[in-house]
């Protein structure tokens, strides 16, 4: 059986990274099947279009995956699907949440034919299995212990995704017209993929907006070193072979959640030289430990994700993020910018204690700290989080489906001390504030004094991530925005130009040099 995986576009960003649930499924697809793998991000195709591909190729079974923030794209999609006859089994964290709702069980519309709860690991070849013999059952669910609770997959053994041979073209985030140019350039940057690597799985620390601690659990599971270090050595012989980069994204909801383990993984990485450039969540908390920062830079880290929140310590306590202290956020973001690694930090606006002028105060407060790159949401009810359950007995949500109507960053939720108009201002302010060209100027100026590298890539960095905001889908919008920012850019390719050519010169000479000493 030809077997579809497909993952709907967010409607907002070219994806940056493919989604490992896709190349896990696939790995663990039983022999005599053959998978094929759509991003709706990477390459957009309209339902029609989806429809014909299934029936041309003969496709008897497509897995949708989707998080809640995608699911009305998802369900349209499963529609149109099934509607031409082909099955469709749903998985991810919403349809684990609401299953009624993707079986029609709630007074809604049905849009899939079986769905897959939790981790799907273990049961994902009995579904191929099912679904080739014409038995597709309605739910798939882990094994139960004798408590009632989901066996989690152990991640050990841990599945061989075969990086070097799979086909990533549709995720390269270079240009097709710069692909030539860019291979000659240093090592070679003819593409640049950001693959997805996890280390572990689960985070026990329960914050009341997060589905993480539900849906994996509070049992933490970690792969072996060795298995994760041999995944990385095969992306970085497949860079090295294809004259490109590859970025790895350790998506593990906290990579520090164990000290002990994280600082043995990264030791292993760099006692078996399978650094690559990557980027990690791990909260404020676990930051503060030198030895474990500086392992960090030395096995390849390069940015961190951090959920910051806010800034106001009565906001964290009200969603259980008490140990993410908001007065330590300065020392931690020195010490890895100290190190050139830099923070990704997520805030959330509409929390209970904000009232207007939270965006003003939260920029005053970071514009201190050494420059990250900061991304600014709202406090969003996901379906089966402690958040949504006490909005809802309270009263609270004003689109209790929000994800059925989805609107970005409008708020689902009354506020306490500001309007739902409100929180959109302020989020809208901090966006606009943190990516206009005066501010990547000030962030590229706050770190003069490090190595070019570090400077282009964190203004390139500065670009892409304004489009989480502001739609930067078309080559208008790029050649506006380097436009805005020209003189940054001027500056940093004339240092760029004149640093290469020093370099250039300087391994001339010493080549000049050694082929005298050669022939005395
Ligand atoms: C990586 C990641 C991202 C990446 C996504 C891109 C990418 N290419 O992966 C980035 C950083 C961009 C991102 C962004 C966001 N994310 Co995110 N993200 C994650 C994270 C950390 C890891 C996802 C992952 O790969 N997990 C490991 C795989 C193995 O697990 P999995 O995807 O759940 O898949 C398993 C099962 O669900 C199931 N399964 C999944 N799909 C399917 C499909 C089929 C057919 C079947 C049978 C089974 C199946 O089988 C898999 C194996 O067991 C998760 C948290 C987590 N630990 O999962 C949050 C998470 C998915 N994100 C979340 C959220 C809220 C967001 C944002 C909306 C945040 C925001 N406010 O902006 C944005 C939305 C972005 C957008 N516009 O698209 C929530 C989703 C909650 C929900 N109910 O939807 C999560 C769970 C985190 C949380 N704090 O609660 N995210
Ligand atoms: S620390 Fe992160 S992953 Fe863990 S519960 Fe809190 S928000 Fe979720």
């Not at 907006?209 to 050595?233: A, K």
């Amino acid at each position: 059986m030809k077997i579809l995986l497909y993952n709907p576009d967010n409607g907002v960003t070219r994806n940056f990274m493919p989604h490992l649930w896709m190349f896990l499924l696939q790995s663990l697809t039983p022999e005599g099947h053959e998978v094929v793998l759509i991003d709706g991000n990477a390459k957009a195709m309209t339902r029609e279009e989806l429809v014909e591909f299934c029936r041309e190729e003969n496709v008897g079974l497509v897995g949708i995956g989707s998080m809640t923030r995608m699911v009305a794209r998802a369900y349209k999609v499963a529609d149109s699907l099934r509607a031409a006859g082909i099955k469709v089994v749903m998985g991810g964290p919403h349809v684990t949440e609401c299953p009624d709702e993707a079986l029609g069980k709630d007074g809604g519309p049905r849009h899939a034919d079986a769905v897959a709860l939790g981790e799907a690991d273990e049961v994902w070849a009995d579904i191929v299995t099912d679904a080739a013999s014409g038995e597709l059952k309605e739910i798939y669910q882990p094994k139960r212990d004798e408590k009632g609770n989901d066996v989690k997959p152990s991640l050990q053994p841990y599945p061989h995704i075969p990086w070097e041979t799979l086909d990533l073209e549709q995720f390269s985030l270079v240009p097709k017209m710069l692909k030539n140019v860019l291979s000659k350039c240093g090592e070679g940057w003819g593409k640049f993929f950001v693959v997805p690597i996890e280390t572990g799985r689960g985070c026990p620390y329960g914050c009341e907006f997060c589905t993480v601690t539900g849906f994996f659990g509070d049992s933490i599971r970690f792969r072996t070193n060795e298995s994760v270090i041999e995944e990385l050595l095969r992306l970085k012989n497949r860079a090295r072979k294809e004259k490109g980069q590859v970025a790895v994204f350790f998506i593990d909801d906290n990579l520090a959640i164990n000290k002990k383990r994280l600082k043995s993984l990264l030791r292993d990485i760099i006692a078996a030289d399978a650094q690559l450039p990557w980027v990690a969540q791990i909260s404020a908390n676990l930051l503060g430990d030198e030895e474990l920062v500086d392992l960090i830079a030395e096995a390849g880290g390069k940015w961190i994700f951090i959920g910051m929140e806010s800034i106001d310590p009565a906001n964290m306590a009200d969603v259980n993020k008490n140990f993410s202290k908001p007065a330590n956020y300065k020392d931690v973001l020195d010490g890895l910018a100290r190190r050139n690694i830099y923070a990704i930090t997520s805030f959330i606006f509409g929390m209970d204690n904000d009232t207007v002028g939270v965006a003003k105060r939260t920029i005053t407060e970071i514009e201190n700290w050494s420059p990250g790159l900061p991304v600014f949401g709202q406090l969003t009810p996901f379906p089966a989080t402690p958040l949504y359950t006490r909005l809802e007995k309270s009263g609270r949500l004003q689109r209790p489906k929000h994800w059925l109507d989805f609107a970005p960053f409008v708020m689902a939720h009354n506020p306490l001390k500001m309007t739902i108009e409100e929180a959109k201002n302020e989020t809208f302010s901090a966006w606009a504030r943190s990516y206009s060209p005066e501010r990547n100027a000030e962030a590229i100026e706050a770190i003069a004094g490090t190595p070019i590298q570090i400077r282009i890539g964190h203004l390139v960095a500065r670009l892409f991530f304004r489009g989480i905001y502001f739609p930067q889908m078309n080559k208008r919008s790029w050649f506006k925005l380097l436009f805005q920012n020209r003189k940054t850019i001027f500056r940093l390719t004339r240092e760029g130009l004149s640093t290469w050519r020093i370099a250039r010169r300087n391994k001339l000479r010493s080549s000049i040099n050694d082929s005298i000493l050669n022939r005395s």
